[in-house]
């Protein structure tokens, strides 16, 4: 899922974004596209997608045949590939709309919440949903994290309205490209002073943390999550202010990525779910004692509520 918003944003960075002027095709009767850099770039970028679909497919596949069966883990992966197609018809309509900016927009952030979509799967997989999970932190601190989930969405819809107000569309010179009628000043420093703030709020979050008795897992997800937000947040500044060379527009593309697995991360890194006590199994028939064998009951935990507080995970 990340290499679809870092090939995207290398499409952007390079002018590619009209290098395939048509869809599913690259051009008008051709599938594959000419030799040539721009069409190359962003028919790669596409290319992810036929990869990342196939790949999701797998996984949903692997989410039906496991034993035992896990109602969530298919409704996430099944919730994926059907993101995944959107996205791509998305795709194509932006190619048809000449980049519209509002368009480019809808298409990173659905791609952002694709992504923490993959990180609560991929969560999931190991760990016994069945039961209601154990609290590690106070409830005021699941509250302020719940917030800090919008501020994150919004932080990005900014970002990606900065991206658009800005001269540089993604397409190749000599193409007009609409842009957002607001000037790119305005937009960085609204994009900019919403990332402060979420930077303050997740120190406030780390030192409150370290002040509280949980488990150090939790105290070492803030910390990374403020690492990740204070270099994101130089890159950002220093691509601004050497007028967005295409070098560090990538690497701060990275840094949303990043941000987007850390912040759902640590969210989840908030409440304790037991690791399923049976290892997972791929079959396509199930075996003729049926799964009596197979599911095991796991212990109930002495006091684990969800409101719990406890220094163990």
């Known amino acids: 899922m990340s290499a679809i918003v870092l090939t995207g944003a290398a499409v952007r960075v390079t002018g590619s974004g ?32 036929v990869l990342l679909v196939v ?8 989410t039906l045949l496991r034993r035992p ?27 048809y709309s000449k980049l519209n900016p509002y368009l480019v927009m809808v298409h990173f952030l659905a791609t952002m919440l694709l992504l923490a979509v993959a990180v609560v799967l991929v969560h999931r997989t190991s ?30 819809t900014a970002g990606a309205a900065t991206t658009g107000a800005a001269p540089d569309g993604g397409s ?27 930077v303050g709020v997740v120190l406030t979050l780390a ?7 949980v488990p150090e897992r939790v105290r ?11 270099l994101q947040a130089v890159v950002g500044y220093t691509q601004y202010f050497t007028h967005l060379p295409a070098a560090l527009v990538e690497v701060h593309e990275l840094g949303a990525t990043v941000l987007a697995i850390g912040v759902v991360q640590f969210f989840l890194a908030l409440t304790h779910h037991a690791p399923e006590r049976m290892a997972s199994r791929l079959r396509a028939v199930p075996d003729l004692a049926g799964d ?3 599911r095991t009951e796991a212990a109930p935990v002495a006091g684990a509520t969800e409101g719990t507080v406890t220094a163990h995970s």
């Not at 599938?31 to 190359?40: A, E, G, I, K, R």
């Not at 016994?128 to 601190?141: A, E, F, I, K």
């Not at 030192?207 to 008795?213: I, P, Q, R, T």
């Not at 070492?220 to 204070?230: E, F, G, N, P, Q």
Request: hydrophobic share 55%; proline share 5%.
């Open 18 to 49: 009209l290098g395939c002027s048509d869809w599913p095709s690259c051009t008008k009767g051709h599938l594959t596209p000419p030799l040539q850099f721009h069409s190359l770039i962003e028919f790669g970028n596409r290319m992810v997608t």
């Open 55 to 62: 790949v999701i497919g797998v996984s949903f596949l692997a």
């Open 69 to 95: 069966f896990r109602r969530d883990l298919a409704w996430l992966s099944g919730g994926l590939i059907a993101g995944v197609l959107v996205e791509a018809v998305v795709g194509g309509i932006v190619v």
């Open 127 to 156: 760990r016994d949903y069945t039961t209601q999970g154990r609290l590690l932190v106070p409830r005021p601190v699941l509250l302020l994290s719940r917030g800090l989930l919008v501020l994150v969405a919004v932080v990005f």
């Open 172 to 198: 190749a010179q000599g193409q007009i490209i609409k842009r957002i009628p607001v000037p790119l000043r305005e937009m960085a420093e609204l994009h900019s002073t919403l990332a402060l703030f979420l």
């Open 207 to 213: 030192v409150m943390l370290h002040a509280l008795d």
């Open 220 to 230: 070492k997800a803030a910390r990374m999550l403020v690492v990740v937000l204070v």
């Open 292 to 294: 009596a064998g197979i």
